[in-house]
């Protein structure tokens, strides 16, 4: 398994498929970050077309075990961010 790609890495791709520099590139993918991050955190949901849809989802209150010492203890309600992947993403890495 090859190493994941680092947000440099990111960048340089993204200006070369743009055909732009690494400077628009970077300021472009911070801008998708900021806006993607603010909507899910207001418990919107994001659909990024070929990659998939990101959603906030509320968990409640729940009982959990402690692992290291088998204790049972409550959780409180949290939220988390869920991702689903799109069916072209998909069939690209399927296919």
């Not at 959780?75 to 069939?91: C, G, R, S, T, Y």
């Amino acid at each position: 398994m090859s190493k994941p790609m680092t947000k440099t890495q990111l960048v340089a791709a993204v200006a070369e498929a743009m055909g732009g520099d690494k400077k628009t590139a970077n300021a472009a993918l911070d801008a998708i970050a900021a806006v993607v991050s603010r909507e899910v955190a207001a418990g919107g949901t994001v659909t990024i077309p070929g990659l998939g849809k990101l959603a906030c989802k509320a968990r409640p209150e729940r009982m959990v075990r402690n692992p290291a010492t088998g204790e049972q203890m409550k959780k409180p309600a949290d939220k988390q961010v869920k991702f689903a992947i799109a069916k072209a993403l998909k069939d690209v890495v399927n296919g």
